[in-house]
């Protein structure tokens, strides 16, 4: 099947950050400034967006390029296709301005063929602005950053002077019946008003066999219209199971050349029952998900293809079957593999901690909200349409006007329903307005920001009768990965309890309000782990529920939190931002996963602490039936699972470790037969006393001229402080590059320690020094000898 011939444009840019004239100076700059030349897709704050010193950029960033364009077709449009681009954008020919799109997620054509006309090298800029603006969505409050850059693809691509524009299939299915599929299209035909056109409609399904097929011939149409219509008798249907995906291609002939388009879609069948839990195909679904920002280290927005690949592989391994977009339309390659995965999607407007401001402000949603669901309505994977996230925040523009915002929420919906009638809309956290879209979350943290997480299921309970049909969307903890807990975290004791879990106003911050764990608690991955496995046990118990999503898969970065253990970056993953499993995401997989797993909690632990002989807990997860543990070669015991039996589902052993080196091995025994996990680490029965100095060991020297450095806070007897959370900063003198900026626990030239202890590494070309400090104890110093 022929596809419009185009170019992705990787290669060949050249970056600016920072203001130039359009008129004159993007082109001739070369005494001004400097151009670096860069490879899309290219974010902008990739380096800065959790620099512990300075904010991420906002501001304007230059892109420029000379083409050669060829366009095969006589009298075709060439056209320059941006899938998404941060956060306004303005495109440019030579000194001449061709287009411009406010919002940073949506994809938008921008037609250059004019603009182009006699050239034989074109000399295309855009001009990327993150900039503060007020009338834009999302808001500048909102905790998460605005990316600036092209961090998206860029393609040039070629079209007849009458071409397929907008494609869509729509599908009336009910269990039993067959399915009705409708194709409608719109055309791209400027200045075209007339002309015969034959088209060839085909229907593909999963295994690549023409299982329906139309000859149309119209007349040059506008806006969209229906091309045709096909019967399919016992449709396979798509589930998170066995995500079977159709596909319809449409290929459009005439005088001015051949024009195709083709995209997949599924079938299937979704019922929400009042007050009780989702059904699909006919059966009870319950929705089990995580959530999303399209964030990582080195490349911030501009993540690489093959790692947007491997992380939705990790969300599908985890078991998860839903995944909530926040708080922005996503890339189409995420939205495809969540259709080829058998993942169900929540995407979202960003209208996120925001009153609702001006006209403009709410017509450019209008406007984003459209375009979303015009772009992304074909994937079976799409459940739900979210109209927005915590309008409900205090200090934003018209924040507070409450009829306003319910006033422009109702009309978000009814546009949704009427451009997608298939879908339910949703929104979390705008008690005021819970009544208007289909779907609502309330805002539940249990355990977090406020309350115990044993309060849970009675904080479902309490927000079931208060709308039809309740999801819950956002909850968890932050956990700093490499900080692990041997004792209850003590600030749980001075946490009140039958008072609300949920967030209100600023309970993200670090200061203020009442007792939190959020705020006075210890932020180590054993909390977090047990906080999860009472969550999922209880969503277990539940058979009315519909569904939940954790926030969230993966660390991210925020300007909001300068204070938190890596500055700038909310730690709520199962993921850290390079996309290393915190242990949490094991405790999903063992209720979630279907292939057999075992996991030892503490991978990352490399010292344990307690009196001699004392009985310290070892927790293992596992979806298997049993497990036994080995210590040291000997066996404590099989233990059976559980789910109800909190905490590991009941497989967890209190035994004493050997002082110095131990390791724990388990063995665990499913249907398929057994898996097994091995830990080792030592056992530290010395007491320490207070932080007196911190030390430095070369940990790695790799080769290539890195090596990775790990800081100790040791008391006066030189014994490791192995609570200390105290926060360190690594320099480096000489020829040498900290490998900082990335959001990481490792990664991160301010951080606070795990356990006592931090590392960070480095490249370097000769003899290098590396010191870490922290208020109030003696600075270490460490010369790295050339290699």
Avoid at 198 to 205: F, G, K, N, T, V
Avoid at 698 to 712: G, I, Q, S
Wanted: proline letters at 6%; charged letters at 25%; aromatic letters at 10%.
């Amino acid at each position: 099947m022929q596809e419009p011939t185009q170019q992705r444009l990787d290669t060949g840019w050249e970056f600016y950050r920072g203001p130039l004239d359009p008129r004159f100076q993007v082109w001739h700059s070369e005494e001004l400034v400097a151009w670096e030349p860069v490879t899309l897709p290219h974010c902008f704050n990739h380096y800065d967006a959790c620099d512990p010193d300075v904010p991420a950029y906002r501001g304007v960033g230059w892109y420029r390029i000379k083409l050669g364009v060829g366009n095969p077709y006589p009298q075709g449009r060439t056209l320059l296709h941006c899938e998404g681009a941060g956060q306004s954008s303005e495109i440019y020919i030579g000194t001449q301005q061709v287009g411009r799109h406010v919002g940073g997620y949506s994809e938008f054509t921008v037609d250059i063929t004019d603009a182009c006309r006699g050239m034989k090298e074109i000399p295309l800029a855009i001009l990327c602005d993150n900039g503060r603006d007020i009338d834009r969505m999302p808001s500048d409050l909102s905790d998460f950053t605005l990316y600036g850059g092209l961090y998206r693809h860029v393609h040039v691509i070629y079209v007849p002077a009458v071409s397929l524009d907008a494609v869509h299939t729509d599908v009336a299915f009910e269990l039993g019946n067959s399915a009705m599929v409708s194709v409608s299209a719109s055309l791209y035909a400027p200045g075209i008003q007339a002309g015969p056109l034959q088209l060839e409609i085909s229907i593909y399904d999963s295994q690549s066999r023409r299982i329906a097929h139309q000859a149309v011939e119209k007349n040059v149409w506008q806006g969209e219209t229906q091309l045709a219509q096909f019967e399919l008798p016992s449709p396979e249907l798509w589930s998170p199971r066995s995500p079977g995906l159709y596909l319809c291609d449409v290929q459009l002939r005439s005088a001015n050349g051949i024009s195709s388009s083709s995209h997949r879609f599924g079938i299937r069948h979704t019922r929400w029952e009042d007050y009780g839990p989702f059904y699909l195909n006919g059966e009870r679904l319950e929705l089990r998900g995580t959530q999303r920002h399209e964030d990582h280290a080195r490349y911030a927005a501009a993540m690489p293809d093959d790692l947007i690949r491997q992380e939705m592989q990790l969300m599908k391994d985890m078991g998860a079957n839903f995944v909530r977009l926040a708080h922005y339309q996503q890339s189409r390659l995420v939205l495809d593999l969540c259709d080829e995965l058998g993942i169900f999607v929540w995407e979202e407007l960003p209208w996120c901690r925001s009153g609702v401001g001006s006209e403009l402000f709410q017509e450019r949603g209008r406007e984003q909200f459209r375009t979303m669901i015009d772009q992304h309505r074909n994937h079976p994977s799409v459940l739900m349409w979210g109209l927005g996230n915590e309008d409900d925040w205090p200090g934003e523009l018209n924040g507070e006007d409450h009829q306003a915002i319910r006033r422009y929420m109702t009309e978000l919906r009814d546009l949704a329903h009427k451009l997608d009638p298939s879908r339910m809309t949703s929104f979390r956290r705008c008690d005021f307005a819970r009544d208007i879209p289909d779907v609502y979350s309330p805002s539940i943290w249990a355990g977090w920001y406020s309350g115990s997480y044993t309060e849970y299921r009675a904080a479902l309970e309490k927000a079931r009768p208060t709308v039809p049909h309740l999801f819950h969307a956002e909850w968890g903890a932050d956990s700093h990965a490499g900080r692990h807990a041997e004792d209850p975290d003590p600030a749980l004791g001075r946490v009140l309890t039958g008072k609300g879990t949920g967030e209100k106003g600023f309970d993200y911050k670090l200061t203020g309000g009442a007792v939190r764990v959020a705020k006075d608690g210890e932020w180590s991955e054993s909390y977090a782990c047990d906080l999860f496995d009472w969550y999922l046990k209880t969503l277990e118990e539940l058979p009315w529920i519909t569904g939940s999503a954790q926030w969230i898969f993966k660390d991210f970065t925020t300007p909001l939190r300068t204070d938190n253990p890596i500055p700038r970056v909310n730690q709520k993953g199962l993921l850290t931002r390079d996309m290393t499993p915190k242990e949490g995401y094991y405790v999903f997989q063992s209720y979630w996963a279907e292939k057999p797993m075992v996991r030892i909690y503490g991978h990352n632990w490399p010292v344990r602490w307690g009196s001699a002989g004392q009985q310290r807990r070892v927790r293992v997860y596992s979806n298997c039936r049993n497990v036994e543990l080995f210590l040291n070669g000997i066996s404590r015991g099989t233990k059976k699972r559980d789910s109800q039996d909190f905490p590991a589902a009941g497989l967890r052993w209190d035994i004493p470790f050997r002082e110095g080196p131990n390791e724990l091995h388990a063995v665990a025994h499913g249907v398929s037969g057994t898996l097994t996990d091995t830990v080792s680490f030592v056992y530290e029965t010395r007491k320490w006393g207070p932080p007196v100095k911190l030390t430095l060991i070369l940990k790695d020297h790799r080769d290539n001229m890195t090596a990775t450095v790990e800081a100790a806070m040791v008391d006066a007897a030189g014994v490791r402080c192995l609570d200390s959370r105290a926060v360190v900063r690594f320099s480096s003198a000489g020829d040498a590059t900290l490998i900082d900026n990335l959001g990481t626990p490792t990664g991160s030239r301010v951080v606070q320690m795990y356990n006592g202890r931090a590392e960070i590494s480095l490249q370097y070309q000769q003899a290098v020094f590396v010191s870490v400090t922290s208020p109030g104890v003696e600075t270490a110093f460490l010369k790295i000898p050339s290699k």
